[in-house]
């Protein structure tokens, strides 16, 4: 049997995933980190982008955040995130839309408070975006 470690992945509404894993892989804000079983405590913030779960089958499992928090506590990795899907939910065109209203808010520059919240918005549909793209790379459905 494979050395696993088991992950939780919650949003604010639900619990997305829940299962065993070889090795994480998250979005944290200081760059792309991988969590092997066995790894040493961790608290780390995650900015937007994909979660991949590689199992002891083979095969992985994609999941987008909107950003949270991921800590490592002995065998168990939880991820908390206001907004996590799995990849193969997301909609491609609701994206895409919400980073052309971004874009657009950005051009537009009403005030700082509504920069930072288009700001945040593009990060979000890029983030978005980019795990759809490598879900359907992966040969997955997106």
Do not use: C
């Not at 299962?19 to 937007?48: D, N, S, W, Y």
């Not at 089958?57 to 002995?74: N, T």
């Amino acid at each position: 049997m494979a050395n696993t470690i088991k992950i939780d992945i919650v949003s604010a509404e639900e619990e997305v995933w829940s299962g065993e894993g070889t090795m994480v892989f998250a979005p944290a804000e200081m760059g792309e980190i991988g969590i092997a079983p066995q790894h040493a405590p961790l608290l780390t913030r995650l900015k937007p982008g994909e979660i991949r779960v590689q199992q002891a089958s083979g095969e992985e499992q994609f999941f987008y955040v909107s950003g949270g928090m991921l800590e490592v506590q002995g065998h168990v990795v939880t991820v908390l995130s206001d907004t996590a899907l799995r990849a193969a939910d997301l909609d491609e065109a609701a994206a895409l839309e919400a980073q052309r209203r971004a874009e657009q808010a950005l051009a537009d520059r009403t005030g700082e408070l509504e920069l930072a919240k288009a700001k945040a918005e593009l990060m979000q549909a890029a983030a978005q975006i980019r795990a759809i793209q490598k879900l359907r790379a992966k040969g997955g459905r997106a």
